[in-house]
């Protein structure tokens, strides 16, 4: 096992016609990834997910910086010589070999003796269900159990430095989904690899994971356990892609001491303020001010006068909650209220100030003491 630390990292890849200059598909980054650690990364297709996992790997090579194994550099190293087992979206299986000999194949490469690997072999079908078809060819599978071999090859050595896995779950069947993340979280346990989990699902990515890297177009907008980006996402893409719905991001005023979404005040706490203030805001015209609230924590209620007013849109009924789809001054947001919640004919909104957070230009309005590992100037460019 080992920390991961991409220092200075960042990709391009090489441009179609020469001359051309190509974006980063990887903006410049630098990211410590704990040894030990359960980690999800976690954002839309085409954010560079693929790209920095094969980084890590050695399947693709960083334009820029370097990428170090508790502080060896293996930049220059190839995959084989990094002692790193990576799986991938789409089944990677030997197709004439049994079951058995597929997952077996990993460890007689690495020389290890018989009795050790059958017995590896066998607690790895046992662990994905397929000890009743140890002895069948790989051909004649389902496209659910080759991804499920492929899932073993990546687990079945307990000598890796770190266990990559890319979109794993994609092609297998919902109900398996659940139960092989189940599996994965109980071998992270039992072994303490480092695991790194791409994903574009957040559900998978909060439940697997200890930290989750939430990353958009080539940058890393926040690193932090799943209750941080729920409770205080960094940035608005953090808030909006997390949550189900997403967090409501309204345009604001700020005056100094409260917030003002179309002329309708909304109230801060005093230290979001007293930050706010220190740094200008209210005086600044050219800061795009936002607040950033959850749906959880809109309350409604019937009582006139003890909020804002609001005009109820739209009531979706979502099993355990109902959603509201409401609209403040010209702006969209959501509620959500839990199942069988009187729905008020004229609707006022309370948004508690613990729960209402700013945004200046994308990023959240905070003291230094809540500050997460990902660095703020990244970020900015990124805004
Ligand atoms: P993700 O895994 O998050 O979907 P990728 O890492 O595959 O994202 O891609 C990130 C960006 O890099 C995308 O814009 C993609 O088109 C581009 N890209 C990926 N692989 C290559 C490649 N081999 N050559 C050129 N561009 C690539
Ligand atoms: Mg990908």
């Known amino acids: 096992m080992a920390s991961i630390h991409l220092k200075g990292l960042a990709h391009r890849y090489p441009a179609a016609s020469s001359g051309a200059t190509v974006p980063y598909a990887l903006n410049p980054l630098d990211q410590v990834w704990d040894d030990g650690g359960a980690y999800a990364l976690l954002g839309p297709s085409g954010c ?10 050695g399947l693709v090579r960083p334009s820029e910086g370097r990428v170090l194994f508790d502080g060896d550099d293996v930049t220059d190293l190839p995959t084989e010589q990094r002692n790193i087992a990576q799986v991938f979206q789409f089944p990677v299986v030997y197709d004439t070999l049994s079951v058995a000999d597929n997952l077996a194949f990993p460890l007689r490469n690495r020389g290890l003796e018989k009795a050790i690997i059958d017995a590896r072999v066998a607690e790895t079908l046992v662990m994905l269900g397929l000890e009743g078809r140890a002895h069948e060819r790989a051909r004649s599978l389902s496209a659910d159990d080759k991804q499920k071999i492929s899932l073993g090859r990546g687990l079945v050595r307990t000598d890796v430095r770190a266990i990559l896995f890319d979109e794993p779950l994609t ?7 659940w139960q092989l993340r189940t599996e994965l ?23 697997f994971a200890d930290k989750v890297v939430v990353m958009d177009a080539g940058v890393i907008l926040q690193v932090g356990t799943p209750k941080a980006l ?5 940035h608005t893409f953090v808030g909006t892609f997390i ?3 997403g967090m ?8 100094g001491e409260q917030a003002f979404v179309d002329g309708v005040k909304i109230p801060l706490d005093a230290a979001t303020c007293s930050v706010a203030r220190g740094r200008g805001l209210h005086e600044s015209t ?25 005009r109820l849109i739209a009531v979706e009924d979502l099993g355990r909650h109902l959603l509201l789809r409401l609209q403040l001054g010209s702006q969209p947001l959501c509620a959500l209220l839990p199942e069988g919640a009187e729905i008020p004919e004229q609707p006022t909104l309370h948004f508690d100030p613990a ?9 959240l309005v905070e003291g230094t003491d809540d500050t997460e590992q990902t660095s703020a100037v990244r970020v900015e460019a990124y805004a």
């Open 230 to 234: 729920f409770d205080r996402p960094r």
């Open 248 to 255: 409501n991001v309204l345009r604001c005023e700020f005056d």
């Open 286 to 310: 050219s800061v795009r001010l936002e607040i950033g609230i959850r749906p959880e924590a809109v309350t409604v209620s019937g009582e006139p006068k003890t909020g804002p007013a609001v």
């Open 355 to 363: 729960m209402t957070l700013l945004y200046a230009d994308s990023l």
């Open 48 to 57: 560079g997910k693929t790209t920095l996992l094969n980084i890590i790997s």
């Open 185 to 207: 979280k109980k071998i992270h346990e039992r072994f303490g690899h480092t695991m790194i989990y791409v994903t574009h699902d957040q559900t998978e990515a909060l439940t």
């Open 243 to 245: 949550g189900s719905p």
């Open 171 to 177: 092609v297998i069947d919902p109900h398996l989904k």
